[in-house]
């Protein structure tokens, strides 16, 4: 493996409870990548960081509502009359609604799912990567 290095910033926006996001994380560390962790669940989301990341990922916030596993239908988010403002509110107030893993480097910003679209934003890739199902990614 190279020796980690911050030359080139990476920030994941992670959930470690999450196999696609644990498989991202991991790729980027196996590429050399000492990356900034925002276990976003824990420390929640700003409504202009949401703006921000959405802008950069040209991304509506109906394109990153997470609806397995969050709150997203007792909440009414699914009826297409939800604002993208109703949408931001609720991910603020719920930060699980956001899909992850999000990645930012200076390549761009990107949901990574699947797990191996996060090397279209890395100079650097690992030589070959194993997942934790077994797979194993050539890039």
């Known amino acids: ?19 696609t996001s644990r498989n991202v994380l991991a790729m980027i560390e196996a590429a050399g990548y000492g990356p900034t962790v925002i276990e976003y669940r824990n420390v929640g989301w700003t409504r202009s960081q949401l703006e921000s990341l959405f802008a950069a990922m040209n991304a509506k916030p109906r394109d990153m509502l997470r609806e397995k596993g969050t709150p997203s239908v007792e909440l009414g988010l699914l009826e297409t009359s939800v604002s993208d403002a109703a949408i931001i509110e609720a991910m603020f107030a719920h930060p699980i609604l956001v899909n992850r893993p999000i990645v930012v480097t200076p390549k761009g910003a990107k949901l990574c799912r699947p797990s191996e679209a996060v090397l ?10 194993k997942k934790e199902d077994g797979e194993i990614v050539r890039p």
């Open 120 to 129: 279209d934003l890395l100079d650097r890739k690992p030589h070959e990567f």
């Open 1 to 19: 493996m190279s020796k980690m290095t911050n030359a080139f910033p990476i920030t994941i926006y992670h959930n470690p409870d999450c196999g």
